[in-house]
């Protein structure tokens, strides 16, 4: 029976944490009362009060600093959340993922082309000045600036939602857009394609923002499918 029981009053507890959070006007950061006030307050054990708070842990919800205490979590309000169990994916994958960033992100850079101030411009040129010092065999900066840009992009459309589509696909597929830099492997090339994305938006030319965006989305798919299906010998 226990284990019956159990899942519905975590379920219950976790709705009543999420509560405490929204009534107590908490944002991200702050700082929550201590487990033991918790499980004094909601009249549970310390056991079933960590259950709760490892299921809101996983969501981002909240954050559990070993020796400092429980922390409103920065995804407190994200309606989008990655899946951090995802197994490595196959070559067709790859693709989809690929082929799902072709049909979200042209729109995205149109709309920041539109929307986005002059502040948030500068800061996107930074992303790619940066970008520029990592092109002579510095992978994991250059992935790391390369992720920032689209995620940066995204965001400046003005749509949080979809900004949490791409930033879940970015995060979580971490390795794999590491793998797509190592398959298409023209680190040159790439930089370029997000110099003419940034500078359509710089113009506010919002329709070439977008078609440019594809044409490199596109180009990337293409190369990666011609040489996951014709390896280089």
Known sequence: MSEVTRPTLSDALTERMLELIRTGGHRPGDRLPSTRVLSERFAVTTPTLREALRRLEATGAIEMRHGSGIYVGADIERLVLPNPNMREMHAAQLLELLGARVVIEPPLAAMAAERASGAELAALERVLDDAARHLDGKDAELHDT?????????RLAGNSVLHEVVDSLLTVHGPEQREILQIFDDRRRDHDEHLSILEAIVARDAAAAEERMRAHLVDVKTV??????????
Do not use: S
């Open 146 to 154: 390369n992720m920032t840009f689209h995620r940066a992009t995204a």
């Open 224 to 233: 990666i499918e011609q040489r996951l299906h014709h390896p280089p010998k």
